[in-house]
């Protein structure tokens, strides 16, 4: 019921920012835990940030935590990931993902998956 598309990806040098948006469709969204996750090549896809379906909880992985921030706007139906300082270990293809309710840092634990967008942070 849940689709999700990524945008705002792109090229950016060390110490920049990006601005990531999943926008999603079907009438359940704002029911709906999201949470971004990467994933770089030859590496497994892991978690970056949460929030929860009333956007009063957000969750973030060690080694984003302070640079990025996850929101969400529900008159817009969209979620967003705010990237500073970005790193050039922060490239990776990025995924939206949705599940029903309660937030998560498990890829399993995930329903619904955006196609990605690609970061690329130069060195």
């Known amino acids: 019921q849940v689709q999700l598309v990524e945008s705002g990806g792109g090229l950016v040098q060390a110490g920049g920012s990006l601005r990531l948006s999943c926008a999603a469709s079907?009438?359940?969204?704002?029911?709906?835990?999201m949470g971004w996750f990467r994933q770089a090549p030859g590496k497994e896809r892991e978690f970056v940030a949460a929030?929860?379906?009333?956007?009063?909880?957000?969750y973030y992985s060690d080694s984003v935590k302070g640079r990025f921030t996850i929101s969400r706007d529900s008159a817009k139906n969209t979620v967003y990931l705010q990237m500073n300082s970005l790193k050039a270990e922060d490239t990776a293809v990025y995924y939206c993902?949705?599940?029903?309710?309660?937030?998560?840092?498990?890829?399993?634990?995930?329903?619904?998956w955006g196609q990605g967008t690609q970061v690329t942070v130069s060195s």
């Open positions: 993902a949705a599940r029903p309710l309660v937030l998560s840092a498990e890829v399993r634990e995930y329903n619904y």
């Open positions: 079907g009438r359940t969204f704002s029911s709906h835990a």
């Open positions: 929030i929860s379906w009333s956007g009063d909880k957000t």
